[in-house]
Nanobody
């Protein structure tokens, strides 16, 4: 059973940066697509970025506007989300997730992802 744990969230001022980490345990992340989602209060969960199992393919959802960068270090069983030029509207709980049996990103429908972390809070405020 794959277990995912997010870390790196916190309070940051507008324009600041944070780097989130998604660490895997139980199984190697080498064979898993990893996507980042976020959910703000009162809003639906939305996709942010996705990376293929090898890291060779990346996809970013519209809200990131080229401010976010997803990467992975399979040797450390960890996927990262570098977030720069943060805005108040980026405030949300950020989750990483993985689907079974996929090697390439195929959209951000939450129901298609089988493993989820517990989330990490990101708050962008002055």
């Amino acid at each position: 059973q794959l277990q995912l744990v997010e870390s790196g969230g916190g309070l940051v001022q507008p324009g600041g940066s944070l780097r989130l980490s998604c660490s895997g345990s139980g199984l190697s992340l080498d064979y898993y697509v990893i996507a980042w989602f976020r959910q703000a209060p009162g809003k639906e969960r939305e996709g942010v970025a996705c990376i293929s199992s090898t890291g060779g393919s990346k996809n970013y959802a519209d809200p990131t506007e080229d401010r976010f960068t997803i990467s992975r270090d399979n040797a450390k069983n960890t996927v990262f989300l570098q977030m720069d030029s943060l805005k108040p509207e980026d405030t949300a709980v950020y989750y990483c997730a993985a689907p079974r049996g996929k090697y390439y990103c195929a959209g951000y429908v939450p129901q298609n992802y089988d493993y989820w972390g517990q989330g990490t809070q990101v708050t962008v405020s002055s």
